[in-house]
Each structure stands twice: as structure tokens, then as C-alpha cells.
């Protein structure tokens, strides 16, 4: 309301010649003057409007003033009008009883109306002006609630904004290093001046961030220390309740949970900046975690996916090799046997080769075939008493040929009881059978190996220990997974699948106990404990050796050869392959006893081993073009389990000519020799398909070599 703006005025009288004089007094004011004849119509016109002030008449039939007065300071709305009496009366008993009922004047009739036109004024004059500090008041209230309205948008906005940006990071990388950063760094400053990731479990390792002058500073391998004592006896109780915990002074808890259990803390501490967490910071805070659980969640599940893919790969590349391996001297044994079957030495060492080869293939495939069997639960075990003691014979007899081979020393202790149990004897036996090998492959040629067997309590416990190589730390918790072994190296002298271990907890378990693998870490040795519920009652590798035969042709057509593999059979079928086509060869079975054969020998080809024990076929390559005189180095053909694509160039970097994969067909390797040979007159053994720009072409292509040996681009 405008100082211009008229304001309503009330009069009421009974007396209709009254109310024209009143409102020819008062029209002089510019009002908006209104009239009623009895205390009826004036409530009723209060009820319809307000005024800015009330002439009352008090003498009036029906309703008379005073009682109109009260009932119109009855209602809220009209409570605090004022009103002004008209009476002829001016005694002191009316004008106290009118003062009673609400009353801010009295004014006698007749009206001076100079005196009513100045009271009139001062309350319309009131009344606009309460009327226009009320307007302010209630645009300042609505400008407050407006402002009010605008930040909470704008804070929700920025807290929106915040989690939109931490799933934008969260799904940037599956690392879960760099998650695990991120989770640090993301709350700062918005969230805390503080924060910290507390993993569950001794493994794992804090990460403690704070801001810093140029941003977030982090601290990977922060201890317990590095947060206040409270926060990190906090984080404990976090991690144990599950539930999230405010702490005094600034400071908020939470536990970051998936698959119903918490799996580490965040903490965020705002105490180096004083503020609080009010409940918005505390929603905002739980939203942020869940985000961050979910995130390194999924990827501890993706680096969970990669190694099961990794551990998939290296397994089939692994099998292709150990399948290989046996096979190159089954298909050498099988040549000798087709050119040389009349003679009968020859025919039972062939047949002695394949007979070996075999049984180590039909290991394998056996390995392969329990573990299946088990996974699809199709293994039914026998229920029956069982000794221990000759289970445990029966499995160091099955062992003795591979503890002989690395000269072991057994030492077997047993009971003087008989300690019985329930079981599939057979079964049992694969158990401590699969746990001395193992034992004796990881043990370093010469080692000692111990057998005990015991009662702890109401439990028969098998130990298997070894002065052996030994489990790190990181392996150790999961020795016992599908396709784990200690090494994935070149090296692949100790042979085997990596199920073993797999199948002896397996059946361990399908037999109601448990097996538990001890280390104290690399070169130090490890230990197999085997517990299942007891019945109540109660030769070294031969060195180098000259193969070739005596009476072996000579001239320039033929090659002296240099084979070198660990594998005995392979390298000696091989020899005998070579031999047979009229070459000199010569035989090594490791990679110092190969070189000095290569530098005695001088050879014109030397077929390689890849995966040697201790100095692999790489080595030995690089050795050899180091130590090449002037005369040229031999042409280095690799032989190798191994056939995919990263392999050849590793060959290749190393300085072959050729990379063979195992077995080597005998027409493939013929082929070979030919195109040596060719080199070897005219081309100075220059490798197919390298062939230096302005060279004469070679002689006319020798059959192809198919995949099983091909030439390095």
C-alpha cells in the first residue's frame, strides 16, 4: 500500500442522518468511507474487509457498541482494529467500560469535526504505514525463502555434480590401484580435509590423502599411524559392525561393503579445517561410498577376470608344450622303427622311448580328466577303512622314480599304531603321491624330503615337507588353485599342468578333511599338511656324447649337427633322425654342455632346445653370435614347445634362422637340412625370406615346411 493509496474506514450508527454528516466530515480525507446501520452489518463488514479504523456509536438497538466492539476483537483478523466510540454520554462508567472493550478513544456527539477529521487521520495514516511495513516484511521473508530455495538448488546441484563426476572417474579404470587412488582423492576438499582407505585384513595396504597447497596429496603406504588414533580404532569397529560411525569433532566412518560383508573403511576427517558433518554431508558422504565400494568392487572382479583369463592362456600354452614334449620322441622312435625295423636293439630302444613318453602323456590327460570329473562331481569315492601306512607306501613306491631321478633323500616316519581312516584308498594314494612329486620338483637336485604320519587330535595328519625351493608370500594363498605353479619361466624342466595341488584339496575335501600349505618363504622350504577325521581305534642327466656313427659319409653334401635338449629321448631320437640321413651330430643336454660342444665341434647347423633348464635356448644363442670367429657362426635353428607369434620374434631378436615347433615333422626337417645346405654352398646360410637386397636368388625352393619349422621373417 502506497502513501496515496485510500484506506477503507468503518462507521456505524443507527441513525441514518449520523452516518451523513459522518461521511460528510470524512469524505474531506480521501478515504474509502463505509457505512453500516447496526452491529450486524458492521461485523458483517468486517468480516468482508479490513479497515483502518472503527466509529462506533455506542447506543444502538439490538447489538449494541460495546458488545459489537467485543465480538469484533474475538476474531484474529480484526483483533488489534482500532476503534474509536461515538456517544452523547461522556460519563466516566462508559467511557472505562468502552476503554474495556477494546476501545483506543472517545469522542462525545456532538463531533467537532475538525477533532474527528485529525483522529481519523492518524489512524488511516497507522494503518498505511503498518500495512506497508508488513509488505517489506513479506518480501524480505519471500526474498529469504527465495535465496533459501536457490542455494539448497544449487547445493544439491553441487552435490550432484560431485557424484556425477566421481562415476565419471570411477569408471575411467578398473585398476584397482588407481580406483583405490581415486576413492582417496576424490573427497578432497569437498568431503573432508582427510581421508583414508582401510582394507579388512592384515594383506592389505592404507592409502591416507590430504589436501595439500597444490591439491590432493597422497600417501600410498601410509600405516595405522598416519591417521589419529581414534579414527583408527574407528575404522576397526567399522569394519566389524558393518555399519557407518560420526566421530567427535568433524570426522565420519564408513564401511564399504559388497556381498554382504564390509571389505575395507573410508574415513574423512574434517578436523584439520574445523567444519562439521551436518546431515546432508553425512548423505552425501554414504551416496559417495556406495559409488566408491561399487567401484573397486568391479574392479577387484575385473583384475579377478584378467588373471582367470591370464592363468587360461598360459595353461593351454603350457599344455600345448607338455603335450609336445612327448610326442617329439614318440614320432622320432617311429621313424628309427620304419627305417631301421630290422634291427632289434633299435626297434626295443624305440619301443622303450614311446613306452616312457606315453605314460607320461596318459599322467597328463589322467590329470586333466580328475579334475573335470571332480568339478562336474562325477568322482565317486570308495567308503572304507583305509591304513594309512600302506597308502602311504603305495604312494612313495609310485613316487620313487622321480625322487631317484633328482637324488632325493626320503625320510618316512610313521606311527607305531596303524592310524585308519575312511575313505577310497586309491584316491589317497593319488593325494600324498601328487604331494611327494611335488615335493620332489621343487626341490633342488640332491634335496631331502620328509614323510610323517600322525594323530593330532582325533585327526590322521599326513606332512610332506622339503628343503626345496620354497612358496613367496604372494603365492601361497593360492597354491592350491587350478593351473598354479610356482613359475611360468621357460624353464619347464619340472613339467606337469599345475593341477595337482588342485586335486589334492579337492579329494582331501571330498574326504571330509583339509590340506594347508607352509612356507617361510623363497629357498626356505615348504610344508603339506594333509587332516582327515581318523577311525576311532583304533640317475644324473648323461653329459655330452658323440652320436654320430663311424662310418658316417663325408663331403660337402652332408652337415655336422650340434642338438642340444634336456629332454633325453627327444635329443637322442633326434640325433639318431640325423644320423640316419648321414649327417655327424653331436648330442648336449643343458646349455654349457651345448656350447662347449658347439666350440669343439665346430657345426654347420645346431638345432637348440628353447626351454632350457638354467640357461635357455636365448642365452646360449646370444653366447654363441658373441663368440662367432671368422669363419661364421652355425645356423641356429630353434626347437620349441613353444609356436605363437611373440615366440618367433623372440627367436628372431636372438639371432635364429628358424624357429621349429615340437614335433618336428621328419619330411619338414629333411626340407631343412636342404635349404642349410643350399645356404651353406652359395648363400652363406642366409635365413628364408631375409635375404639382403642385389643377392642372387637361392636354388630352387625345397618342399614347403608346413608350420611345424618355418623360417623367421
Same mark, same amino acid.
Given at each position: ?29 480521501? !478515504?474509502?468511507?463505509? =457505512? ?63 476503554y ?30 503498518? *500495512? ?15 535465496r ?26 578398473? /585398476? ?13 576438499p ?41 579414527? $583408527? ?13 560420526? *566421530? ?6 564408513l564401511?564399504l ?10 574415513v ?30 568391479n ?22 608344450h ?32 614311446? /613306452?616312457? !613318453?606315453?605314460?607320461?602323456? +596318459?599322467?597328463?590327460? /589322467? ?24 597308502a ?38 593319488? &593325494? ?31 606332512r610332506?615337507?622339503? =628343503?626345496?625351493?620354497?612358496?613367496s ?19 619347464r ?21 583339509? &590340506? !594347508? ?8 622350504g ?8 581318523a ?17 658316417? $659319409? ?7 649337427? &650340434? ?24 648330442? $648336449? ?5 651345448? +656350447? ?13 632346445d +628353447? ?16 663368440? $662367432? ?37 621328419? /619330411? ?14 652359395g ?31
Amino acid at each position: 500500500m502506497t502513501n496515496d493509496e485510500p484506506t477503507s474506514i468503518l462507521v456505524v450508527d443507527d441513525l441514518p442522518e449520523k452516518l451523513l454528516v459522518y461521511r460528510t466530515v470524512l469524505e474531506g480525507l480521501g !478515504q474509502n468511507i463505509v =457505512t453500516a446501520g447496526s452491529g450486524e452489518e458492521a461485523l458483517k463488514a468486517v468480516l468482508k474487509q479490513d479497515f483502518a479504523v472503527i466509529l462506533l456509536d455506542v447506543q444502538m438497538p439490538g447489538i449494541d457498541g460495546f458488545e459489537t466492539a467485543s465480538l469484533i476483537r474475538k476474531r484474529k483478523r480484526s483483533a488489534h482494529t482500532p476503534i474509536i466510540f461515538l456517544t452523547a454520554f461522556a460519563d466516566e462508567v462508559r467511557a472505562a467500560e468502552g476503554y474495556a472493550q477494546g476501545a483506543v478513544d472517545y469522542i462525545t456527539t456532538p463531533i467537532v469535526p475538525g477533532i474527528l477529521q485529525a483522529k481519523v487521520r492518524v489512524f488511516a495514516d497507522l494503518y498505511r504505514m503498518a *500495512q506497508q511495513v508488513k509488505r517489506q516484511a513479506e518480501e524480505r521473508v519471500a526474498l529469504a525463502e527465495e535465496r533459501m530455495r536457490r542455494e539448497a538448488v544449487e547445493e544439491a546441484n553441487h552435490r550432484l555434480a560431485f557424484l556425477a563426476r566421481a562415476g565419471a572417474v570411477f569408471g575411467q579404470s578398473l /585398476d584397482p590401484e588407481v580406483a583405490a587412488q581415486d576413492v582417496v582423492r576424490l573427497p578432497l576438499p569437498t568431503l573432508a580435509d582427510v581421508a583414508a582407505l582401510i582394507p579388512a585384513g592384515p594383506n592389505g595396504r592404507n592409502l591416507v590423502g590430504r589436501v595439500g597447497e597444490g591439491g590432493p596429496v597422497l600417501d600410498r603406504d601410509a600405516g595405522l599411524g598416519a591417521i589419529e588414533p581414534d579414527l $583408527a580404532a574407528a575404522a576397526g569397529e567399522v569394519l566389524a559392525a558393518g555399519d557407518p560411525a560420526e *566421530q567427535p569433532d568433524g570426522a565420519f566412518v564408513l564401511p564399504l561393503r559388497a556381498g554382504g560383508r564390509a571389505f575395507a573403511a573410508l574415513v574423512l576427517s574434517r578436523r584439520p579445517s574445523g567444519r562439521t558433518f551436518a546431515a546432508a554431508d553425512q548423505a552425501l558422504a554414504q551416496s559417495f561410498a556406495s559409488r566408491a565400494a561399487i567401484a573397486l568392487e568391479n574392479a577387484r572382479l575385473y583384475q579377478e577376470v584378467q588373471l582367470a583369463d591370464r592363468q587360461k592362456n598360459e595353461f593351454l600354452s603350457m599344455l600345448a608344450h607338455e603335450l609336445r614334449n612327448p610326442l617329439a620322441p614318440i614320432r622320432n622312435a617311429t621313424v628309427v622303427i620304419g627305417r631301421q625295423g630290422h634291427d632289434a636293439d633299435r626297434v626295443r630302444w624305440a619301443h622303450g622311448v614311446i /613306452d616312457r !613318453q606315453l605314460t607320461h602323456l +596318459i599322467r597328463l590327460v /589322467d590329470d586333466l580328466l580328475d579334475v573335470s570329473r571332480i568339478t562336474l562331481g562325477k568322482i565317486r569315492l570308495a567308503d572304507e577303512p583305509v591304513d594309512l601306512d600302506a597308502a602311504v607306501a603305495t604312494a612313495v613306491e609310485a613316487a620313487r622314480p622321480l625322487l631317484d631321478q633328482f637324488a632325493h633323500t626320503l625320510e618316512v616316519k610313521l606311527p607305531a599304531a596303524p592310524v585308519r581312516v575312511t575313505g577310497d584308498r586309491a584316491r589317497l594314494t593319488q &593325494v600324498f603321491t601328487n604331494l611327494l612329486n611335488n615335493a620332489a620338483k621343487y626341490t633342488e637336485r640332491g634335496g631331502r624330503i620328509w614323510l610323517t604320519v600322525g594323530l593330532e587330535g582325533g585327526a590322521a595328519v599326513v606332512r610332506v615337507r622339503d =628343503t626345496g625351493v620354497g612358496i613367496s608370500a604372494e603365492l601361497l594363498p593360492t597354491v592350491f588353485d587350478l593351473f598354479t605353479q610356482a613359475s611360468r619361466s621357460l624353464d619347464r624342466s619340472q613339467g606337469g599342468l599345475g593341477v595337482g595341488l588342485t586335486l589334492v584339496r579337492r579329494l582331501v575335501e571330498m574326504h571330509g578333511g583339509t &590340506v !594347508q600349505a607352509h612356507s617361510d618363504g623363497l629357498g626356505r622350504g615348504s610344508e603339506f599338511a594333509v587332516r582327515i577325521p581318523a577311525l576311532v581305534g583304533g640317475d644324473a642327466p648323461p653329459g655330452p656324447r658323440d652320436t654320430s656313427p663311424g662310418d658316417a $659319409a663325408a663331403g660337402g653334401e652332408h652337415l655336422r649337427v &650340434v642338438v642340444v635338449d634336456d629332454n633325453v629321448d627327444g635329443a637322442d631320437t633326434l640325433a639318431d633322425l640325423l644320423k640316419l640321413l648321414g649327417h655327424q651330430v653331436r648330442t $648336449a643336454y643343458d646349455g654349457p654342455t651345448g +656350447i662347449a660342444a658347439v666350440r669343439a665341434f665346430d657345426p654347420d647347423l645346431v638345432l637348440l632346445d +628353447i626351454g632350457l633348464p638354467g640357461m635357455d635356448g636365448y642365452e646360449i644363442a646370444r653366447r654363441l653370435g658373441a663368440a $662367432a670367429n671368422g669363419s661364421g657362426r652355425p645356423v641356429l635353428i630353434a626347437v620349441s614347445g613353444y609356436g605363437q607369434e611373440a615366440d618367433r620374434g623372440l627367436s628372431r631378436a636372438a639371432g635364429f634362422a628358424h624357429h621349429c615347433v615340437k614335433p618336428v615333422e621328419f /619330411d619338414a626337417l629333411r626340407a631343412l637340412l636342404a635349404t642349410v645346405r643350399v645356404g651353406r654352398s652359395g648363400l652363406a646360410a642366409q635365413p628364408q625370406g631375409d635375404r639382403p637386397p642385389g643377392e642372387p636368388a637361392p636354388a630352387p625352393a625345397a618342399p614347403p615346411l608346413a608350420t611345424a619349422a618355418q623360417p623367421i621373417p
